[in-house]
C-alpha cells in the first residue's frame, strides 16, 4: 500500500533516459518514490492511502534555486535605483539593523514564496551583497532555519565569517528598543558557524543543510584593503574552507568575476564541492580550471552581476562543468521564480551569440532540476523524478490560456508557464502546497508577519525617504546617475 497517488499527469521525469511519460503516474511511499510510469500499469499495482488526479497537468521534479540571499525578502528594491544605496541599506540591516525576529519572519515569507513558484530546493546565504553575513550569533541562523521548516522546503544556508579586516561591528537589539553594538572578531564568526554546523546541518529529516562561505578575493588589489589585511583575509579564506571540508559541507563564495577563479585555485578553494556564484567575465584558463576541479557554478542570468559581465555558462557546460540556475534572491529586481530565470537564460545566451539554437530548453530545464541537485551534492536524492529518489515533486496546471494547446508540454512548460501555475508541491512525499495553497502554514499570517518585521526594520535604520519615486523614474531614458 502506496501512501500517495498521483495520477494523469504528463511527467517530465529529468531521469538518465528524460522520459516524458503521457498520462502517467507516481507512487510514494515513506517519502520516496516507489513507482512511476503509465497510468494504466501504475494503477493496477498500486494502491494508496491518497490518491491526486492530475488529469490536465505536468509533473516536474521539484526545482532547484543554488543561489540566493535571505534577508533580501523583507528589503526588496529599496533604494535601488538611487546608486549604491540598496547594498548600503543591506550592509547596515545586516549587521546593525536586524533582529532574529527579522530573519525568521523573512525565512517564512521567501520560502513561501520558493514554495508557490515550484521550489522545493534552495541555497540562501545568511546575508549579502557578497561580504556581509549575520555570523555574529547563531540566533540570527537560528531564526532563519526555524522560519523555513515551518514552511517545509529545503534550505541549504550558507554563513560564513565577513571578509577581513576585522573586528567588524554589529548590533543587538534590546527590548526597549535600544542597541548595543560590539565589535565581533573572526573568531567569534567562526565559532558561530561551527554552532550552527553542530545545531542544523542535516536538521528537520534532513530538509535543512548548512553551507560554509568566505567572500571573494580577487587579486592583491582588492577594493579597499590594504596588503595586510589582504594576507588576512586570504589565511581567513583557507580556515573556512578547511572547516568546509571537514564538516563535508559546501564551500560558497559570490561574485566570481575578473580572475578571481585563478585566486581561489591558488589558495585551494576549488573543488567538487565548492560553488562559485555569478562567475562573469572569466577567462578560458579559468573555465580550464573549473572544469579540472570540478568546481561547480550558479548561475544567476537575472541578477545585476550578469548585467556588469557575461557568465559564460555555455562554454563551462561545453568544457563539462556544472552549471546550475540561482535566482540570486527576491531582490532587488527579481523574484524566486525559477520559470522566469529559465527564460532569462535562453534569452541572455542566446542573445549573446546571435543564435535561437543555444540552450535548448531541456538543458535549461536540467540546470534548475538536477544539475542543480548535482552543484548541491544531492544528485542521488533529488532533481529528477526516479524510484528510490525522495518524492520533491511539482505540478503544473495546464488548464490556462497561455499554456494550451495541450501539446509539446515540455517545450511549453519551459517557454511559456510562470511560477503562479504551480498547482501542487510535494516535498519528501509531503502534500505542502495544494490548489496552490500552503498546507501548513497560514499564508495571510506570514504576509501580515512580514509587513510589520519590514516596517520595523525600515524604521531602526531610518529608511523611511527610501520608500519613494526616485527622480528621474518617470519621463527619462535613464536616470541621472545611473542604477545600482
Known sequence: MADLLITGATIITVDQDRRVISDGALAVTDGRIAAIGHRAEI????????????????????????????????IKNMGMDQGDVWEEIC??????????????TEARLAALERLRFGVTCGVSLLGGGDTIMRSDSPDYASAHMEGVTEIGTRDVMAIGPTRAPHPRTYATWLPNGRTERHPVSFEQQLATCQEVLSRWHGANDGRLSVALLYPVLRDEHERDMSPGDYETACGEAQIVRAMSRASGVIFTQDGHWCGSVRRAQDLGLLGSDALLSHAIDLHEDEIALCAETETRIAHNPSALASVMGRCPAVELMDAGVTVALGSD???????GDMFRHMQQAMHYHRRHFQDTGILPPGKTLEMATIDGARALGMEAEIGSLEVGKK????????????????NMEPFRVIYFANGNDVDTVLVDGEVLLRDGAPTKIDMGRVLTDAQREADAMIDRIGARDMLGIPKGFWGQTRYDGGGA
Do not use: C, N
Request: proline residues 7%; charged residues 15%; negative net charge.
Open 391 to 406: 518524492a520533491d515533486a511539482i505540478l503544473i496546471d495546464m488548464q490556462r490560456p497561455h499554456l494550451y494547446p495541450l
Open 43 to 74: 494503477e493496477a499495482t498500486h494502491d494508496a492511502t491518497e490518491v491526486i488526479d492530475a488529469t490536465g497537468k505536468v509533473m516536474l521534479p521539484g526545482l532547484i534555486d543554488v543561489h540566493a540571499h535571505a534577508g533580501h525578502g523583507l
Open 91 to 104: 550592509g547596515e540591516v545586516y549587521t546593525t539593523g536586524s533582529t532574529p525576529g527579522f530573519w525568521y
Open 329 to 335: 534572491a527576491t531582490a532587488p529586481d527579481r523574484s
